[in-house]
Nanobody, 125 residues
Framework: QVQLVESGGGSVQAGGSLILSCAAS????????MGWFRQAAGKEREWVAT????????YYNPSVKARFNISEDNAKRTVHLQMNSLKPEDTGMYSC??????????????????WGQGTQVIVSS
């Protein structure tokens, strides 16, 4: 069982930056997909970014690709999401997820085995 704990959310004005962190109790193994998702009020959960631990593969939703950066700190079993040039439409509950089910898609929330509780991000105009 992997436990994930997010931190770093908060309120920021448009154009500002935040760094979110997702600390895992254990890494299931190298080559584990870990992703960030967000959910705005009244909307479905949306994929934001995914990385493959121990590798160089990084995947981004086009809406954030030029502004967000996903990275990992293996020693701390932590995945970060650096968010720059934030926009009001980035507002939402951000959650991290880990470990795809066999044959799953890293864009699909239901294909991840483990989830954190989430951290709120509010971007004001």
């Amino acid at each position: 069982q992997v436990q994930l704990v997010e931190s770093g959310g908060g309120s920021v004005q448009a154009g500002g930056s935040l760094i979110l962190s997702c600390a895992a109790s254990v890494y299931t193994s190298a080559n584990t997909y870990m992703g960030w998702f967000r959910q705005a009020a009244g909307k479905e959960r949306e994929w934001v970014a995914t990385l493959l631990t121990g590798g160089v593969s990084r995947y981004y939703n086009p809406s954030v690709k030029a502004r967000f950066n996903i990275s990992e700190d293996n020693a701390k079993r932590t995945v970060h999401l650096q968010m720059n040039s934030l926009k009001p439409e980035d507002t939402g509950m951000y959650s991290c997820a880990a470990d795809l089910r066999p044959g799953g898609s890293w864009r699909r929330p239901s294909d991840y085995k483990y989830w954190g509780q989430g951290t709120q991000v509010i971007v004001s105009s």
